[in-house]
């Protein structure tokens, strides 16, 4: 239920007991044995909470499986299986339909069930998202990444919140075939607060900094290990990227005397791959630090004090520049600018030392968005409600769905 050190699924449950998401109504599902602290989150509040395959009926399955195969093979199309990729592509649909036969035994098992709410959009196996459907369950879900389209088959959602109107006519070039899309914003851009609302005491020497000098937020990327770089950025050495970003942000440190930098990667560990010679610099100088602390600093808490918000490709970014903030992509491998992704023409990513050095040159001197590209781009791909937050727009989905 939780997600680092500041993702927390729980804005779902409610404490009213006349709500239709009243925490013990939500049956919450998990494909594994969740974590400990999820369980003893349940237990507390008495929220309900199983593991699907937990339900499975190994035997009914296997058996309706083999009357598939039965169904579809007999001794004069044999045949087919001589060539090597029509036994393959036999194969993958057998194992599509082994697990398609096993969702709908789950959901059997599951009458009352009317609403499930997805998580994870692109993560949700589409197996169990068609058992769904066959059921007459409807299926919800949200836009967690706004650029994960490029890189996931279309969905099926039954009702798609997303990030905004613009992405609307993508999704459907892409082949979505979701029955209702609906704009609910980046709900996570509501954690970011007006400068002036932060008062935490732990802030005290970031607010007296900012007296004398523009905060300057910057996000690296967390450490991974090369197999699961190359799946999240192909092509890119992701733990190089982050050393060379804390090298390109010690250099606009010296460029600018009159910048406060905070360095924050997504995990600690990453600091221990950064040469020696870097981080003694960068302790040495009195306007950049790396900030370690995760308990007491809370990202979208840094985000809200911050003038200016430098960062790799992260989907914090997109939340920053929804909520108002003055952004800059540092995309030095290319990554981000190799995308199809609306973003790639609108003025807010660097390449190199020279461009974010005049970037932020601009920022200082008040030319950030002169011809309201950046404003328009906001307006039409992330939806900013005027009186609710995206959290709360997930749930008032949810709830008119469960009283249709």
């Keep these: 239920m939780k997600y680092g050190t500041f993702f927390k699924k729980t804005y779902l449950y409610e404490n009213d007991t006349k709500s239709?998401?009243?925490k013990e109504k939500v049956l919450t599902m998990f494909w594994e044995d969740t974590d400990y602290l999820?369980?003893?989150?349940?237990r507390r509040y008495n929220i309900p909470y199983l593991n699907v395959n937990n339900l499975v009926i190994k035997r009914y399955a296997i058996i309706e499986t083999l009357k598939y195969i039965f169904s579809l093979i007999s001794i004069k199309n044999l045949y087919i299986f001589k060539s090597l990729q029509n036994f393959f592509l036999f194969y993958t649909l057998l194992l599509f339909q082994y697990r398609f036969i096993r969702s709908l035994n789950i959901l059997n098992q599951l009458r009352q069930l009317k609403v499930i709410y997805v998580h994870y959009d692109t993560l949700f196996p589409q197996f169990f998202l068609l058992a769904c459907d066959t059921k007459g369950?409807?299926?919800?879900?949200?836009?967690e990444r706004p650029d994960h389209y490029n890189f996931f088959?279309?969905?099926?959602?039954?009702?798609?919140?997303?990030?905004?109107?613009?992405?609307?006519?993508?999704?459907?070039?892409?082949g979505y075939l979701c029955e209702e899309f609906i704009n609910i914003g980046l709900p996570r851009s509501n954690l970011i607060k007006n400068s002036n609302d932060i008062l935490n005491k732990k802030f005290e020497k970031y607010i007296r900094v900012k007296k004398f000098k523009k905060f300057v937020l910057c996000f690296g990327l967390s450490r991974v290990g090369d197999f699961a770089a190359s799946i999240i950025f192909p092509g890119i050495a992701i733990n190089k990227c982050n050393i060379d970003f804390a090298s390109s942000m010690l250099i606009m440190s010296k460029?600018?005397?009159?910048?406060?930098?905070?360095?924050?990667?997504?995990?600690?560990?990453?600091?221990?791959?950064?040469?020696?010679?870097?981080?003694?610099?960068i302790k040495k100088k009195e306007n950049?630090?790396?900030?370690?602390?995760?308990?007491?600093f809370n990202s979208?808490?840094?985000?809200?004090?911050?003038?200016?918000?430098?960062?790799?490709?992260?989907?914090?970014?997109?939340?920053?520049?929804?909520?108002?903030?003055?952004?800059?992509?540092?995309?030095?491998?290319?990554?981000?600018?190799?995308?199809?992704?609306?973003?790639?023409?609108?003025?807010?990513?660097e390449k190199n030392i020279k461009?974010?050095?005049?970037?932020?040159?601009?920022?200082?001197?008040?030319?950030?968005d002169p011809s309201n590209q950046i404003k328009n781009f906001v307006n039409k791909y992330f939806f900013n409600h005027p009186n609710n937050s995206g959290f709360n727009l997930i749930k008032d989905t949810i709830k008119k769905t469960l009283i249709q």
């Design 20 to 22: 239709p998401l009243f």
């Design 38 to 42: 999820s369980k003893r989150y349940f």
């Design 137 to 143: 369950i409807t299926t919800i879900s949200s836009q």
């Design 153 to 174: 088959s279309p969905l099926f959602y039954g009702k798609y919140l997303t990030a905004g109107q613009g992405f609307h006519d993508i999704f459907k070039q892409r």
């Design 255 to 281: 460029k600018f005397q009159d910048l406060y930098f905070m360095i924050r990667f997504k995990d600690n560990e990453i600091i221990n791959l950064i040469p020696p010679n870097i981080l003694s610099e």
């Design 288 to 296: 950049i630090e790396i900030n370690t602390n995760f308990k007491s």
């Design 300 to 349: 979208y808490e840094l985000v809200s004090i911050s003038d200016i918000v430098i960062g790799k490709r992260t989907t914090i970014m997109e939340e920053a520049m929804s909520a108002g903030k003055k952004i800059i992509f540092y995309d030095s491998e290319n990554y981000l600018s190799s995308l199809d992704y609306p973003i790639n023409k609108i003025n807010v990513i």
């Design 355 to 368: 461009g974010l050095e005049n970037r932020i040159n601009n920022i200082i001197n008040g030319n950030y």
